[in-house]
Nanobody, 125 residues
Framework: QVQLVESGGGLAQAGDSLTLSCVGSGRTFTSSVYTMAWFRQAPGEVREFVAG????????RYAEAVKGRFTISTDDAKNTVYLRMNTLKSEDSAIYHCAASRGGILEDPGSYDYWGQGTQVTVSS
């Protein structure tokens, strides 16, 4: 089983930066997780892909809306994935969820087997 716990959300002003963290744990984490990603969901909206990382191949993908502003990275020793968010905009306000997968399409939420509870990010303009 795999558990994911996010942190780092909060209130920010437009133009600010925030860094989200997601710590993975569980007996099978290192043997069963191949990709990790961040998704976000604003009120009344569907959950959308933000950024993803293939842990062993090392490649990353970003949604067009965040490309150039957000960076996904990992600290393997800590089983932690980060999302550095720069130049925040009001439209970035959402609950951000960390997700882990044994494989599949990075951008597809259906590919993910494990989800964290989420951390709220609110950006005021």
């Amino acid at each position: 089983q795999v558990q994911l716990v996010e942190s780092g959300g909060g209130l920010a002003q437009a133009g600010d930066s925030l860094t989200l963290s997601c710590v993975g744990s569980g007996r099978t984490f290192t043997s069963s997780v191949y990709t990790m990603a961040w998704f976000r969901q604003a009120p009344g909206e569907v959950r959308e892909f933000v950024a993803g990382l293939a842990l062993f191949q090392g490649f990353t993908r970003y949604a067009e809306a965040v490309k150039g502003r957000f960076t996904i990275s990992t600290d393997d020793a800590k089983n932690t994935v980060y999302l550095r968010m720069n130049t925040l905009k009001s439209e970035d306000s959402a609950i951000y969820h960390c997700a882990a997968s044994r494989g599949g399409i990075l951008e597809d939420p259906g590919s993910y087997d494990y989800w964290g509870q989420g951390t709220q990010v609110t950006v005021s303009s």
